[in-house]
């Protein structure tokens, strides 16, 4: 039902006219939705249940868009990460947390993404930020580094910026094993296959991971989460804490 009412409306209204109107034709839609089962805990908007996402089972909030993973993060996010004064970087953040993270005061948020393809106001390459050494409070860098070549160099640019004590929070799709990474596999219906998506250039395991970040400098904190049922939250999710010492 909402592929086939998406469908409609980019054929109705087009794609730019989408992105313009997307928050009222959300809400319009939501309406249907409304009940006491659940709460997206970005929009606030209580829920009889989200939608299930047809090719991987996720959680979509019918409200705002926001998938299981960024409600997640602006869980940990505002569990005591926000905090009035810090500059917050955040990479190709999805619509429903630029949003939310757009109306908090006493913060300077900062949004960035280089493939155009999210609501970001600035185009930084994470393998050389345009950012001064010591200029950031907080980083969120959800699904980047699976699709950086140099993922050790953008590692030492998310270190280079962050001041001493500050924490950047990671997340990339993980595997058991080693890491699974093939240079030479650049076609990207090979990547798909390989790596599980066509823009991606390797596959991380949770130590691999670990240990390339742990050589950069930062002290990580591997956090693995339960599913939350009232807020849509999925089992057994990892997500890296980053902290410079």
């Given amino acids: 039902m909402y592929g086939i009412a998406k469908k409609l409306a980019l054929k109705i209204i087009g794609k730019k006219n989408i992105f313009k109107y997307e928050q009222t034709l959300r809400k319009i839609y939501a309406i249907g939705y409304t009940g006491t089962t659940h709460e997206c805990n970005i929009c606030n908007k209580k829920l009889s249940h989200f939608i299930i996402l047809s090719h991987n089972n996720d959680k979509l909030c ?74 950031v409070d907080l980083i969120a860098c959800y699904h980047i580094l699976e699709h950086i070549d140099n993922d050790t160099k953008a590692m030492h640019e998310l270190y280079r910026i962050l001041k001493p004590g500050a924490s950047a929070l990671v997340q990339t799709p993980f595997k058991d094993g080693d890491i699974y990474e093939n240079p030479a596999i650049t076609d990207p219906k090979d990547r798909e296959i390989h790596f599980g998506q066509d823009d991606h250039v390797r596959i991380y395991s949770i130590n691999g991971l670990k240990s390339r970040l742990e050589n950069v400098g930062f002290t990580v904190e591997v956090n693995t989460f339960k599913a939350g049922f009232y807020h849509g939250l999925t089992e057994n999710e990892t997500v890296f804490i980053l902290h410079k010492k």
């Fill in 62 to 135: 019918p409200s705002c868009g926001s998938l299981a993973r960024d409600r997640r993060l602006w869980q940990i996010e505002n569990s005591g990460f926000i905090k009035k004064g810090i500059t917050f970087l955040d990479f190709s953040p999805s619509r429903s947390l630029s949003n939310k993270l757009k109306k908090v005061t006493g913060i300077t948020y900062i949004s960035t993404d280089l493939s155009g393809n999210f609501n970001a106001v600035h185009q930084y390459d994470i393998t050389d930020i345009k950012l001064s050494d010591e200029s």
